[in-house]
């Protein structure tokens, strides 16, 4: 007798089985198509993943093979209608939802939230999550973060013809203003919100948020980011260039909403 390694599954379903679950699926959505996720409600028997095996681990080549069975039968397996969001109802879901939490939402809290729009509809659009947080926060503050600076036009002032100078790396600790990507980077630690005030553009329409020397620049403090925090336009300008106080690393005033 020989003996193999690789055994037969006596639980393997037929891929005419499937496709015949698979078709009573289709009936039931009304000969729509249909995904991976939606497949449960039909109620068929069949769990994805066992469609997915009888068709080499492809959902795809699954529905294909479904849409040239209902073919054969002179019924048409229809493309599923895609909702497509303006930016502004993307936008109202995002501050509903952003309310509704307290904070910026992660993927787990948003799918726990009943969304309209899914998270992954977010990320599709702007190019991932946290793009999409902060394009929020910049309709909320009216456009007001700042672009990214460009590069001049080819052609125009162009440096090819003149000698090359050694390049010199300033330290970004001495600068007043800081970048962009480290405004950002701020921002997400406060979790857009003013350290004085509390306040959020999520939250408070119109609010503009800023970057803040914790010790002011002008008394000798960094451009680092244990020296910055996210302050509203109105927290900042009552501010000045008070010192923080003894122990906090946040200016003085009104105590940080939590």
């Known amino acids: 007798m020989e003996f193999y390694f690789k055994r037969h599954r006596r639980d393997k379903i037929s891929r005419e089985a499937v496709l015949d679950a698979l078709e009573r699926a289709a009936a039931f959505f009304g000969y729509v198509e249909f995904g991976k996720r939606d497949l449960a409600a039909a109620d068929i028997g069949l769990s994805a993943s066992a469609v997915r095996n009888a068709f080499a681990g492809s959902w795809t080549a699954a529905l294909e093979a479904l849409r040239q069975r209902l073919q054969e039968k ?3 397996l229809k493309p599923r209608h895609r ?3 303006t930016e502004q109802e993307m936008y109202e879901e995002m501050r509903r939802i952003w309310t509704q939490i307290g904070h910026r939402p992660s993927k787990d809290e948003w799918n726990a939230a009943n ?9 599709q659009r702007f190019h991932g999550w946290e793009n999409a947080c902060l394009k929020f926060i910049e309709h ?19 440096n090819l013809d003149r000698p090359r100078l050694p390049l010199r790396r300033t ?9 962009q990507a480290l405004i950002n980077k701020i921002w997400k630690r406060d ?6 005030c509390g306040r959020s553009p999520a939250t408070h329409f119109g609010v503009v948020l800023e970057v803040d020397h914790v010790v002011p620049w002008a008394k000798d403090g960094k451009t680092t980011v244990d020296n910055l925090q ?7 300008r009552s501010k000045g260039d008070e010192l923080p106080s003894a122990g906090t690393g ?7 909403k939590q």
Not at 140 to 158: C, F, I, L, T
Not at 250 to 256: A, E, K, R, Y
Request: glycine share 6%; aromatic share 8%.
């Open 83 to 85: 909702e497509v969001w």
């Open 171 to 179: 330290d970004p600790s001495a600068r007043r203003d800081p970048s």
């Open 74 to 76: 002179g019924k048409e």
């Open 191 to 196: 979790n857009f919100r003013c350290r004085r």
């Open 230 to 236: 996210t302050l509203c336009s109105a927290c900042n």
């Open 140 to 158: 909320q503050m009216h456009d007001y973060v700042q672009e990214m600076p460009q590069s001049p036009p080819k052609g125009a002032g162009s």
């Open 115 to 123: 969304p309209k729009i899914s998270y992954n509809t977010y990320r």
């Open 250 to 256: 946040i200016s003085q005033g009104t105590p940080l």
